[in-house]
């Protein structure tokens, strides 16, 4: 049964759902790596369920769990074989539900992490696809994207395009028993569902629907904006009175002498994203009070973003959008494994755009560092910290919850967990890593020197995935797995080698720890809101190592001065901005809270709030004149 909803009732709707998510504070969790109880080196949802109090005492609103789903775990779960089935890695569904129950009582909301944009090859829905196609239910036949393949005048086989896949390689996979290609934009074991297929939407709408009518929050939508991809179709529709070709367009051409080339203009982005993203809305989120939370990589702009959280209820297709422009500062022409050094006006540049953009579109924004996919912050910002990673953490806490938007932290974070600063074969899980160090090898067979070898180590190790999925240590008792697990189990990674002093347990007891000064945080931001519904103003853009903006809400102004250098510096405040300054937050005792400030020595990886009540400023200008 079609059930129709008209645009007067989703506006009601819309009215009626709450923003709960605004000023609230994410926890992401990597479940594999958070807390193991049954002793197999993998944690699970009972791991979630006793540590729930420890989020609680943090001040987190939200959890939200990677993919949960059963999965052969190719790619740590974003490879999806039964959506309606628990990983049993994992635990079952009553193990969900208790979870679900024992969350919510204490208030936490819980969202979920779900790839579809593309299932595992051993999903039921993929096997009855190529069945299809040899004669099947062809209900199923176009759920994949297949293609044809391309035969030269002398009978070679080829792809139907030059796409190159994201972990490597030809995007298209050669399936023998039925003569046709699948795409999978990772890898491949990962087949891209066919979005433009309207049956195929309906069983994921089904999907999203399940698990809210069991009282999940919301979803992270994994890859959301990959699932449009550009055919010649397309192409042809742009340029009228041309001929329209059937199959799929070449990428442009940009590392010659090779096949594959990369494509993100044509997976990324593409001319029905909008449209499925509305249709997604309206059949599914409007209806509840829930979040849609779209991960959007390969090359969204402020400007795209504003168009994916239009406030218009009939024009809605998501609450918020996961942007990578400044954690991508350190990649070469996107590519993550081609390393460059960084400079602060560009991370400001980057940051301030989306601060900007964000806020003129009546959207809100995402803040974050880190996550599943990413190194950690400490290590990736605040690279050779002089006075150690402990004030490099608490800088980036301070960054991170005086900028406008919903704040994510990934597990550990709160800890200052950092990157291993030795590379190690070990630490090779994850198929993207493994599958750039299977390709850095051949290149050494081929004569490729061991210069390039010694590169792909300290890249991976700058870069590689389970850098931020090492377990969590929660104690110091067990030298082998930190608290993760039980002492007789092996955890899935290695554990930090410096857990005896990362661990939860004895930085809960310190008030001088990284996580007690994330906790306040998280208590000061919700004292102060301005410091999360406060415009925002960058200020001496171009220093190289003070990042310096205001907030202003209401009558209360803040002025959040953060030294991302390895050198002390002094910085004046700029008498265009007033006087009046006090600090309420530092991150060391460099300066001593509740005196008027002019000017500012911050040391290495410093950083401080001041506030300013009065509209008292410099030269008797009036608060309307104060910037």
């Known amino acids: 049964m079609t059930v129709v909803v008209s645009c007067y009732a989703l506006s009601r709707l819309a009215e009626q759902k709450s923003t709960w998510w605004k000023d609230a504070v ?16 993998y944690g699970d949802l009972r791991g979630v369920i006793e540590k729930l109090e420890y989020m609680i005492d943090l001040g987190i609103n939200i959890v939200w769990l990677s993919p949960i789903f059963d999965s052969p775990m190719y790619d740590m779960g974003y490879d999806t074989a039964d959506y309606y089935r628990i990983n049993p890695i994992f635990g079952d569904m009553e193990d969900f539900d208790n979870l679900l129950e024992q969350a919510h009582q204490r208030g936490l909301r819980i969202i979920l992490d779900i790839a579809l944009n593309h299932t595992s090859s051993e999903h ?39 796409w190159e896949s994201v972990f490597e390689g030809c995007m298209w996979e050669w399936v023998p028993e039925i003569q046709k290609y699948y795409l999978h934009v990772f890898g491949r074991a990962q087949p891209d569902v066919n979005w433009e297929n309207p049956n195929l939407r309906n069983e994921l709408w089904k999907v999203l629907r399940f698990w809210l009518d069991k009282g999940v929050d919301g979803f992270r939508l994994d890859a959301i ?25 070449d990428a442009p051409i940009s590392t010659p002498n090779r096949f594959e080339q990369k494509a993100n203009e044509m997976f990324a982005n593409g001319p029905r994203i909008h449209e499925y993203l509305k249709e997604m809305h309206q059949q599914v989120f409007a209806r509840y009070d829930a979040l849609s939370l779209g991960e959007m990589s390969c090359g969204i702009t402020p400007e795209l973003g504003q168009d994916f959280i239009a406030r218009d209820p009939n024009e809605q297709q998501l609450d918020l959008i996961l942007h990578f422009e400044h954690v991508e500062l350190d990649c070469v022409d996107g590519d993550k494994w081609v390393l460059r050094d960084w400079e602060l006006p560009e991370l400001k540049a980057a940051v301030s755009k989306w601060q900007t953009c964000m806020a003129e579109a009546g959207g809100w924004d995402t803040i974050w560092i880190e996550n599943h996919d990413q190194p950690r912050g400490a290590s990736r910002f605040c690279k050779d910290a002089e006075r150690g990673q402990l004030n490099a953490a608490k800088l980036l806490a301070i960054w991170l919850f005086t900028l406008q938007g ?36 051949a290149d050494l067979a081929l004569g ?8 792909a180590k300290k890249a991976i190790t700058s870069k590689g995935r389970d850098a931020s999925r090492i377990p969590i240590p929660w104690n110091s008792n067990h030298e082998t797995s930190g608290g993760f697990t039980d002492n007789s189990a092996k955890p899935w990674l290695p554990i930090h080698p410096h857990f005896a002093t990362l661990c939860a347990e004895a930085q809960r007891r310190n008030p001088a720890s990284v996580w007690t000064f994330y906790r306040d945080m998280i208590r000061l931001r919700r004292q102060h809101p301005g410091l999360i519904y406060g415009t925002y103003q960058l200020v001496d853009e171009h220093h190289p190592s003070v990042f310096a903006y205001t907030r202003i809400h209401g009558g209360n102004f803040y002025l959040i001065v953060l030294n991302f250098g390895r050198e002390y510096v002094e910085w004046e405040v700029p008498q265009a901005h007033g006087r009046g300054w006090v600090p309420i937050k530092l991150t060391s005792d460099y300066e001593p809270l509740g005196l008027e400030v002019t000017k500012l020595r911050l040391g290495p990886y410093d950083g401080v709030i001041c506030k300013r009540e009065s509209c008292k400023a410099a030269n008797g200008d009036s608060e309307s004149d104060i910037v």
């Open 225 to 249: 904006n990959c699932m449009s991809k550009v055919r010649n179709q397309d192409l042809c529709a742009q340029r009228p009175g041309k001929p329209t070709v059937s199959g799929w367009p």
């Open 406 to 441: 919903t704040v994510i932290i990934f597990q550990g974070q709160e800890l200052g967990m950092t990157n291993p600063e030795e590379f190690s074969e070990e630490m090779i899980r994850d198929i993207e890593t493994r599958i750039y160090w299977d390709v850095a090898h």
């Open 448 to 455: 490729g020197g061991d210069h390039k070898l010694e590169m």
């Open 26 to 41: 994410v926890y992401q969790i990597f479940v594999s790596s958070f807390k193991d109880t049954n002793g197999d080196g």
């Open 124 to 162: 039921v829905w993929f096997k009855r696809s190529v069945k299809a196609a040899k004669g099947g239910d062809e209900y199923f036949k176009d759920f994949y994207i297949w293609g044809d393949p391309i035969v030269d005048e002398d009978r070679n086989r080829r792809p139907p395009s030059n």
